[in-house]
Every structure is written in C-alpha cells, then in structure tokens.
C-alpha cells in the first residue's frame, strides 16, 4: 500500500499530478484543492495518497491533506459513488462544507457538483449521516471560518451540548446566533444569546 509519495514535483495540471521518488515517476489523480496547494514543477512535494488495487490497473489518488484523504476515503465507501465521482464532491466543495451539507442532510446542495445526481446525492447523505459529527461539522464547515473562529463554534456548541441540549438542537441554536449577531466572536457570547434566543 502507497501511503504517501515524497519528492520532485514532475508536472501537475487540475486533474494530476507527477511525483518522482527515487527516479520513479508515480502518476497521482487529485481534486482541483489539491492542485491549489502544489509548487511550482521543479519544488519538493508530499502527496498523501489513497491506493486502489483493481484486476485491471492499480491508480493512486493524491491529497495535500489528511482531512481531504479521509473524505475520499468516506464517498467512495458510498455504494454508487467512485473515485471520480470522489475527486469532483472534492473539488467542488471544502471538506468542511461536505461534512456540513451530511450533517444538515442538504443532498440538493451536493446534487450541485458535476456527475453527482440527486440519487446519488442523497445516497451520500444517508449513508454518511452516522459517520460525520454534526457539531464539527458546523464548526468546519462555517464559511470564512478561522482556526480560532473554528474552536469557538465547536466550544459553544459543546458547551450548549453539555447543558442538555442535544447535538442537533446546540448546531441550530449557534446558528440563529451567528445570524442574527454577526458581532458575537467568542464563546461566552454566542452560549449567552443562544440561552437568551
């Protein structure tokens, strides 16, 4: 099993990339995030990689993080939704933004990407719903989200959670906060309104 691959940067377009590793060339799929993140050919790179064995080739799908690799790993566990299928929910959406449309159950918005039709995009939803957090997913999938933006959603969701709302409930209550108060930054804030809401 290719793990990840570390060396030269050969040549890369939107859809692959080469690497060369010990005067081997190894040919690598990736998702356009990926593509965004590579050096110019010519730099020193490390692809993490997903290696799939099949009877009739052996292709290697590359990832410029591990967050990416697992959602890869994630969508091509759905029945009905292959490696490319894959790369383009990938390449269309953060991954914090495709945890976001599992958790809220948005298949229309996952319908979106090019090669996923509705069916598929609810397929997805219901057969990932279990294995994505719905808090981390708010907290990763809030648009413009910094790190610190990130940790305070998840404190104060996990906060409201350990007040006795249920997970669920905690994500819609930060929510309505976040919309109607832009201003609140911090946990405090955001738990406070939400009480108040």
Same mark, same amino acid.
């Given at each position: ?6 060396? $030269?940067?050969?040549?890369?377009? /939107? ?7 010990? !005067?081997? &060339?190894?040919e690598?799929?990736?998702?356009l995030s990926?593509?965004?993140?590579? /050096?110019?050919t !010519?730099?020193e790179?490390?692809?993490l990689?997903y ?15 591990? /967050?990416?690799?697992?959602?890869f ?6 029945? &009905?939704?292959?490696?490319? $299928? ?8 953060s991954? !914090?933004?495709?945890?976001?449309? $599992? ?12 090669g ?17 957090? /719905? ?5 990763? &999938? ?21 007040? !006795? ?32 809401g």
């Amino acid at each position: 099993m290719i793990v990840y691959l570390h060396g $030269i940067l050969a040549e890369k377009t /939107p859809a692959k990339a080469v690497v060369e590793c010990g !005067g081997v &060339g190894y040919e690598a799929l990736i998702p356009l995030s990926t593509y965004e993140r590579l /050096p110019a050919t !010519g730099g020193e790179t490390k692809l993490l990689t997903y290696h799939e064995v099949r009877e009739d080739a052996q292709l290697l799908y590359g990832f410029a993080s591990e /967050p990416e690799r697992d959602l890869f790993a994630l969508l091509v566990s759905v029945s &009905g939704v292959g490696p490319k $299928i894959a790369l383009s929910v990938i390449s269309g959406f953060s991954v !914090g933004e495709v945890h976001l449309c $599992i958790a809220n159950g948005d298949a229309k918005r996952l319908a979106t990407v090019k090669g996923v039709g509705k069916k598929t995009a609810e397929r997805i939803v219901v057969e990932l719903r279990d294995k994505v957090n /719905p808090i981390e997913a708010l907290a990763n &999938g809030t648009a413009d989200a910094g790190k610190g933006d990130k940790q305070v959603l998840r404190d104060a969701m996990l906060a409201l959670s350990a007040l !006795g709302f249920a997970d669920d409930a905690a994500k819609k209550m930060v929510q309505s906060v976040l919309s109607a108060h832009p201003e609140a930054t911090d946990t405090e804030s955001i738990v406070k309104l939400a009480l108040k809401g």
